[in-house]
């Protein structure tokens, strides 16, 4: 059996020879240390846990005390926290090694990892040229673990960005229910959905992950969940088990490719046991506005505190301002790329007071009804029958090219996120597995299995047995 320690040597081997651009920060003796710790455990019986030895890399919003957080931000370069992120101390305290900050857009705003002051992570999947993208925000973790550096990546998952890179990259993206695990020492976007995500090679080991982190944190209070414990088992049945198909995710942006394993899905459902009925969620195509106005409302509130006098780097051309206001300007002007300062500006603007009312107001009663949408689902209040799960793509077919991703529109690259939004305004836990390839590219395609609020043990379930239907 392989030891932590030449482990780690393999992981370091592949991202020194590899192009993806997966990681920004690569820890050298800090991984190196712990390594020989739970190889010295191991050895004496005396593993922390499960975990004990396996290597994972960190999202660069993070915080880990003593090494570099950029976010993907010039803004941020060089900066050190000075503490650590609380998932990231749980998951060390369980004899986890911490690889590496992995690559991302900036400030987790993104689709396809394109807006990164490290330049785009590469999709290691499908090396032939043209380049792919991995997804966004998380990208470089998606593409570090279907690398083969380490079985899982920490990821955030605002409005799918754990479970698209998870689907472009051919990997498990499990996002838990908000206020599952805590956000202490996680940057914040948008906090009332920001979620601390897993990446990794399989349902079970996301699951395994996942426990590890969660649980209430008295430094978060929106985390008042209790940790979870549940792993799936190997063959289980769906015996009991009733599957939701959502009718207004039948998009026309679906390729064919995408269509079909959607549609398999639902036969293996049968096949282990489980049923499957049709749902409406019909208030699905405003909450992708609805969910782009509430969270740049809310990133134009939290990154107002990169100014140079907080945080941030103060360029040399805002040494010769005159007052603070134009330090400011000057400071900001170039410290963010091009899509953060247009997302801050829309998230102000949505908040002024002549569209308060009309835009951001009417966002979060937007946010209202399709959260009941899930839970009428859910309940089976007024419906023929409730559903225990929902059955989705995660993406509408597999990466694009780099270069058909940066020709195409905002518009285009929102509605990118149609399929995982949702889930996300109503904070409900939602998982994207494997799900075959593409016939004309032979890329990955990914589905999204989505459950009620702290239903977590049934969305795995669900994830588990459909992951052993695609490996025969």
């Not at 010039?74 to 004899?95: C, H, K, N």
């Not at 349902?203 to 940790?227: E, H, I, K, Q, Y």
């Not at 029958?385 to 270069?403: F, I, K, Q, S, Y």
Request: proline share 6%; glycine share 10%.
């Amino acid at each position: 059996m392989a030891t932590a320690v030449s482990r780690l040597a393999a992981a370091n081997a592949v991202i020194a020879s590899s192009r993806h651009n997966a990681f920004v920060n690569v820890f050298g003796e800090r991984a190196a240390g712990q390594a020989v710790a739970a190889d010295a455990r191991a050895d004496h019986g005396e593993a922390l846990s499960s975990l004990n030895g396996l290597i994972v890399s960190v999202k660069d919003n993070f915080c880990i005390e003593g090494e570099i957080m950029t976010c993907g931000s010039e803004g941020l370069s060089g900066f050190i926290p000075p503490y650590t992120a609380t998932v990231v101390e749980r998951l060390e305290a369980q004899g986890v090694i911490t690889l590496g900050k992995t690559n991302m857009d900036e400030f987790g705003m993104g689709s396809f990892n394109l807006h990164s002051a490290a330049g785009p992570a590469l999709n290691p999947v499908g090396t032939n040229p043209p380049a792919r993208v991995t997804g966004g925000s998380s990208g470089g973790g998606a593409a570090a673990v279907a690398s083969g550096c380490g079985v899982a990546a920490i990821g955030s998952d605002t409005g799918g960005s754990v479970r698209l890179p998870a689907a472009y990259c051919g990997v498990v993206g499990w996002k838990p229910s908000y206020g599952r695990s805590s956000r202490h020492g996680l940057v914040a976007y948008a906090s009332s959905f920001d979620t601390p995500g897993v990446l990794s090679t399989s349902v079970r080991t996301a699951a395994l992950v996942a426990n590890a982190m969660s649980g209430a944190d008295p430094n978060d209070s929106t985390c008042t969940l209790s940790p979870t414990s549940y792993v799936p088992s190997v063959g289980g049945t769906l015996e009991g088990v009733t599957v939701g198909i959502p009718q207004e995710y039948r998009v026309a942006e679906l390729t064919p490719a995408a269509l079909r394993a959607w549609a398999a899905a639902e036969v293996w459902v049968h096949r282990r046991g489980g049923r499957v009925v049709p749902v409406s969620l019909p208030h699905t195509a405003a909450g992708l506005p609805a969910y782009y106005l509430l969270t740049l409302a809310e990133a134009s509130s939290n990154l107002a505190r990169y100014d140079g006098v907080e945080y941030g780097q103060r360029p040399q051309l805002a040494a010769d301002c005159n007052t603070v206001e134009e330090m400011i300007t000057a400071t900001r002007g170039s410290s963010f790329g091009s899509e953060v300062k247009r997302r801050i500006l829309t998230g102000a603007f949505t908040l002024s007071r002549t569209l308060y009312d009309s835009h951001y107001v009417q966002a979060q009663r937007v946010r209202r009804r399709v959260c009941d949408d899930f839970a009428t689902v859910f309940s089976g209040t007024g419906i023929p029958v409730a559903v225990d799960v929902l059955l989705t793509p995660t993406a509408c077919g597999p990466a694009p090219t780099l270069e058909a991703a940066r020709q195409m529109s905002h518009l285009e690259v929102l509605s990118n996120d149609v399929f995982t939004v949702p889930s996300s305004l109503a904070g409900l836990p939602a998982i994207s597995i494997p799900a075959g390839h593409d016939d004309e590219t032979g890329l990955p395609l990914g589905l999204q299995l989505i459950g009620a609020r702290e239903c977590e043990a049934t969305v795995l379930r669900v994830a588990q047995a459909l992951e052993e239907e695609y490996a025969q």
